[in-house]
Nanobody, 125 residues
């Protein structure tokens, strides 16, 4: 059973930095795309950044130049470095894995998408 767990959120002053981490458990063979999304109170979940297995990245216009997404191994598949934080960055941040190839019951390879439960980021002005 694959699980994603985010960490690194917290309370920070405007202009500060945080580094979010996404840890994965379970038997993972590969992941096509990793992403970070966020959801502020009363708003829909929105894309923050994505990174493909080949390393290409995509960012929301609102975070370009301030946030950096990176990948590591299967157990720590994604990080989000957030600099120059603004009050409007306050939200719950979610890690996502799309096209995750895992090894289920003996001999069974699965491909599915997964989400973490989120970590709160609060930026005080």
């Amino acid at each position: 059973q694959v699980q994603l767990v985010e960490s690194g959120g917290g309370l920070v002053q405007a202009g500060g930095s945080l580094r979010l981490s996404c840890a994965a458990s379970g038997s993972i063979l590969s992941i096509k795309n990793m992403g970070w999304y966020r959801q502020a109170p009363g708003s829909q979940r929105e894309l923050v950044a994505t990174i493909a297995s080949g390393g290409s990245t995509n960012y929301a216009d609102s975070v370009k130049g301030r946030f950096t997404i990176s990948r590591d191994n299967a157990k720590n598949p994604a990080y989000l470095q957030m600099n120059a934080l603004k009050s409007e960055d306050t939200a719950v941040y979610y890690c996502s894995a799309k096209g995750l190839v895992g090894l289920g019951s003996p001999g069974k390879v699965t491909v599915d998408d997964y989400w973490g439960k989120g970590t709160q980021v609060t930026v005080s002005s």
